[in-house]
């Protein structure tokens, strides 16, 4: 059993700049941020295969945010700057016990744990 809580959420401004945190009571093979914004279905965000630190971004992400994992923490973070409007949703932690080392999921299905999400409000 893996447990994830997520820290970090808040409201900010457009174009500013949160730090999301997800700590896991054990490490898995690979991690990853989803997010659902309100009336929309869950989406890939991030990931990233903890031993090899190989990540995967959603190309609405790309280059505003960056994944990173501290092992020693067991800690997995998510810098989100340039922030926009369309960023708005709940982002969940999520772990893959079998990922990929090499290729990080970047499949929901693929998850087999998942925190309970925090909230990411980003005002015009």
């Known amino acids: 059993q893996v447990q994830l809580v997520e820290s970090g959420g808040g409201l900010v401004q457009a174009g500013g700049s949160l730090r999301l945190s997800c700590v896991a009571s054990v490490s898995s093979n690979t991690m990853a941020w989803f997010r659902q914004a309100p009336g929309k279905e869950r989406e890939f965000v991030a990931t990233?295969?903890?031993?090899?630190?190989?990540?995967k971004y959603a190309d609405s992400v790309k280059g505003r945010f960056t994944i990173s994992r501290d092992n020693a923490k067991n800690t997995m973070y998510l810098q989100m700057n340039s922030l926009e409007p369309e960023d708005t949703a709940v982002y969940y932690c999520?772990?893959?016990?079998?990922?990929?080392?090499?290729?990080?999921?970047?499949?929901?299905?693929?998850?087999?744990?998942w925190g309970k999400g925090t909230l990411v409000t980003v005002s015009s």
């Open positions: 990233i295969a903890w031993s090899t630190g190989i990540t």
């Open positions: 999520a772990a893959d016990t079998d990922g990929g080392l090499w290729n990080p999921s970047k499949d929901a299905n693929r998850m087999d744990y």
